[in-house]
């Protein structure tokens, strides 16, 4: 079984539970084209919403760079510095629970970031939305667009690096 484990910020955990609802054969989620992929071949060890600096470094004994923005409790950045901690919390991820692919999102200004670090690759992309965290500007479609191309890419990742069809 290959093991899967989340910790996100501006995908809210969604990556993860759309992951565990298909790990566990979840009636709801059974005609999507992916099940067969993910079912039976993939469990999921944390899915985690992680929207706070000090939540992120106290749970995988991190550390991350000051954030860009001040935003309520929530840490904001730039694209530039998303894309930077996303790195930075798969890999912490990754190390914490030596699960076999981590999966990190975050995103302040910008089209937000994602890490998927496996082991033997690390697949960084972003989101195809802009979106403005501080003023609330495509977030909800910045989440959807994000969450839907993590997923897209772990099922290429399934496929390519595991032999999964």
Do not use: W
């Not at 565990?20 to 071949?41: L, Q, R, T």
């Amino acid at each position: 079984m290959i093991s899967v484990a989340t910790a996100e910020c501006f995908t809210h955990g969604k990556i993860g539970v759309k992951i565990h609802k298909m790990a566990c054969g979840y009636k709801e989620v059974e005609k999507d084209p992916n099940y067969s992929i993910i079912n039976g071949n993939v469990f999921v060890m944390a899915s985690m919403f992680l929207p706070s600096k000090k939540g992120i470094e106290s749970l995988l004994d991190v550390k991350l760079p000051e954030p860009d923005y001040v935003f309520k409790y929530s840490k904001a950045y730039t694209q530039e510095n998303d894309i930077l901690v996303a790195k930075i919390v798969a890999n912490a991820l990754k190390n914490k629970l030596n699960c076999d692919i981590a999966i990190s999102s975050t995103a302040g200004i910008g089209n937000g970031a994602i890490c998927i670090l496996t082991d033997k690759k690390e697949y960084n992309f972003t989101s195809e939305v802009y979106g403005d965290l501080i003023k609330g500007e495509n977030i909800l479609k910045r989440q959807e667009n994000g969450i839907n191309k993590a997923f897209d890419t772990v099922i290429e990742i399934l496929k390519k690096e595991y032999g999964l069809k």
